[in-house]
């Protein structure tokens, strides 16, 4: 059974840091490419940063702006989002997503964790 369990969401100020991980369990990590989605409250599902399971070929939604850097550790079948610079457009639900296939489209996705609040406060 497939988990993808989120962690490290919370309030920080505007300006901030923090750093989202991801522990996947149930299919064979290193197969699969890893992505970061986010939702605010009455909006889209939106693409924030994905890397594909070759570690060095990473895309980041048009927001970032370099602001946010994904990782992935396959001996630990991890996976990262550590974002700087936080605003408080940044704030949302953050989800963890595995696709065998890389995708920016959130319907294409083939598991998501839970989600973990990040809030970003002015």
């Known amino acids: 059974q497939v988990h993808l369990v989120e962690s490290g969401g919370g309030l920080v100020q505007a300006g901030g840091s923090m750093r989202l991980s991801c522990a996947a369990s149930?299919?064979?990590?290193?197969?699969?490419?890893m992505g970061w989605f986010r939702q605010a409250p009455g909006k889209e599902r939106d693409f924030v940063a994905g890397?594909?399971?070759?570690?060095?070929?990473?895309r980041y939604g048009d927001f970032v702006k370099g602001r946010f850097t994904i990782s992935r550790d396959n001996a630990k079948n991890t996976v990262y989002l550590q974002m700087n610079s936080l605003t408080p457009e940044d704030t949302a639900v953050y989800y963890c997503?595995?696709?065998?296939?890389?995708?920016?489209?959130?319907?294409?996705?083939?598991?998501w964790g839970q989600g973990t609040q990040v809030t970003v406060s002015s």
């Open positions: 149930g299919f064979t990590f290193s197969e699969y490419a």
């Open positions: 890397i594909w399971s070759v570690e060095t070929i990473t």
């Open positions: 997503a595995a696709v065998l296939t890389f995708t920016n489209v959130a319907r294409q996705v083939d598991y």
